[in-house]
């Protein structure tokens, strides 16, 4: 059976589909061949995979929630533009050290208490949301928000207690849910790169 991706037109031998929990704290499963087969994978698919140190999923187009939750070990993830996330799909991760998101939406805790998490860079043209607690408890020192007109959610970035500094794209229009930078206790800058005009800082105070 020859798989053609719908978003992309990529062929492939077989798509797979993985149920709810379907290798839900298999602790020994450290390798997991034709990752970018997974389509689907529903709620805790691989949540608890503690032996388990990378996984291609640029094929996944139907993501549930918390996929790849408390895997351990999980260093290397391989994404493109259409990958599908879902919330909390990393949650404590605490092997992963940096990323690239290539895709325009950030789920709710994305990266949540992905403790080594010290860069992220953001690839999209623009993001239209950014989900509460995406990068919470994470070890980011500094950021760069990508272009588009979104909210940062509620505790964003609450407690990274090594981030220092902000800063808003050219393109970049935000509003504030509750809280984003709770517990940030080395925050002491937010600026803005040249030519945008959504927002103005003065003695260190965004402003529309």
Partial sequence: MEYEDEVTGDTSTGAITLGRSAFDGCVKLATIENGKRITTAYDSAFSGCTSLTSIDITGL???GDYVF???????EIETDVNT???AY???NCGKITSFEVKASR???GLFSGCSSLESVTFSAQTVYYMGKEAFKNTAIEEIKLPNGTYELGANLFANCTSLGKVTLSENTKIT?????????TAFETIAIKN???S???EDGILYN
């Fill in 61 to 63: 187009r139907i993501s």
């Fill in 69 to 75: 939750s408390g895997c351990s070990n999980l260093s």
């Fill in 84 to 86: 599908a996330f879902g």
């Fill in 89 to 91: 799909m990393f949650r």
């Fill in 106 to 108: 950030i789920p709710d």
């Fill in 176 to 184: 504030f849910g509750a809280t984003p930078f709770d517990g940030c």
């Fill in 195 to 197: 030519g945008n005009t």
């Fill in 199 to 201: 927002h103005t800082v």
